[in-house]
């Protein structure tokens, strides 16, 4: 929701001019109307009363239009006074001292009454102004606080605030030593129409720190709206000199970041990636030796032993290309109805699962997922193989999948010891290995890979407890329209009689 736009009203002394008009209608035309009425009940009102009701015109009068109405008011109430009801009548002779006194109390009346309006209007307007600057200030921070882009919401404020066309936030640049060119201007944000992009074409210049000034067109501004502007202008360098310090916490924490993948990946690759190495080159350096006589049943486990470990490092650092790929947001993902019933027992065979370690139960109205059948097989094998590697002996683990309402979801059962709530993102971090402490269960990729997997194919992958113990991976895909379904492979959902044996 965008913060209010307050204006500012201007700081007047006095009374406005539409109530100086008014104020002169009504002193001119208030006293000739009641000295009529005065006529008429002239008989029993007498001169106290006639005197009385002339010097309210001149009260409501000040009360309207102020000090210049009120003097009007006061001269052609006391001269209608003078003609119409002091002796001798009909003239503007005034034969008794009292009643001068009575024309002189007329103007003292007016006088007093005008300047205490004038002063009250005065002080209502400095304090409706206060108001306003107050409003506007908080406005402006509550925008900044509700997560507003700060500084152009600050200079639409300065824009609305004071009544401007345009405002602009103008920084000096200077040219680097040695450079002849002449010091020039850049527009760092603006609003409002045509803007100016040098403090020479604003009305007013404001400096808002080093080498930046707000420059506002539309208006010059008096001595108190510059005053409310050198606020506003704190403000900018204050939000400037904020942004600065965050961009540069932003970058101090990615390069603490950074140093700590780093610390991580090479404490990982210095065991990881060497072990198999080091194991595929000895079991080649002895087939290589030439002192040796092996017979072939050596020959064939040393054999054995390097493609192990050629193929370890090869899954290693496949691992490392498709997380760095999901990072930079190159990976290629094509997705197609794939049915979990195909998919699932391949990557059983993958891990080389034991019988009695993993069951799958899938429901028999499971649709097929949109995905890509490769990737999808790479999270799985992941996923299962870390509930595997942590299940205790001798207990299986689980895999279901059911429809819920437009998606499937895929849960990964097991046993085992669980991970902490305050964990449980944590395993999705890359080289993160809760739990392991020999450092042969790989560089601790697998989860992250595999969430980054699912992602991609607008999926996700969560870790729940479950229940009476252990870990459940959760894994939610979308479920495969009809039509998509159809047009891949027509006539493929009949398939409850060909769904695989629970292993």
Known sequence: MESPRLVIPPLAVGLPRWRRVTGLVVGVSLPVALTVGLKVADTWVGLAGDSLVLLLAVVVTAMVGGLWPALISAVIGSTL????????LHTLLVSEPHNVITLVVFVLVAGLVSTVVQR????????????????????????????????????EHVRSAFGMTSVSLLERVVPSPGQAAPASWRVVDARGVLPPAVPVEADVSMPAGDNLVLALSGRLLATGDRMMLRAFAAQVQGLLERDRLARAAAHATRLEATERLRDALLAALGHDLRTPLASARAAVNSL????????????????????????RLTHLVSDLLDLSRLQAGVLTVTTEPVWLEDLIPPALDELAAEEGQIEVRLSEDTPPVMADAALL???????????????PAGNTSLVTAGAVEDHVEIRVIDRGRGVPEQDKERIFVPFQRLGDTDNTTGLGLGLALSR???????????????????????LTLP?????????????????????????
């Not at 072939?296 to 040393?302: C, T, Y």
């Not at 479920?479 to 292993?503: F, H, I, S, T, V």
Request: with cysteine; proline share 5%; hydrophobic share 40%.
């Open 81 to 88: 006074l003078n003609y119409f009801f002091i002796p001798p």
């Open 120 to 155: 009250a209007a005065t002080l209502a307007c400095r304090a409706s102004r206060a108001s306003a600057e107050s409003r506007s200030l908080a406005a402006m921070a509550s925008g900044v606080l509700r997560g507003e882009e700060a500084l152009p919401t600050l200079l």
């Open 288 to 311: 290589q030796a030439c002192d040796v006589d092996w017979t072939g049943q050596e020959r064939r486990e040393l054999l054995a032993t390097a493609d192990e470990s050629l193929g």
């Open 377 to 391: 097989a790479r999270a799985l094998v992941n996923v299962i193989g870390n509930a595997l590697r942590h299940a």
């Open 452 to 474: 980054g997997l699912v992602e991609a194919m607008n999926g996700t992958l969560e870790a729940e407890d479950t229940p009476g113990g252990g870990l459940t991976m959760l």
């Open 479 to 503: 479920a495969a329209w009809d039509e998509a379904l159809e047009a891949a492979e027509p006539g493929r959902r009949e398939r409850g009689d060909q769904k695989e044996p629970d292993r």
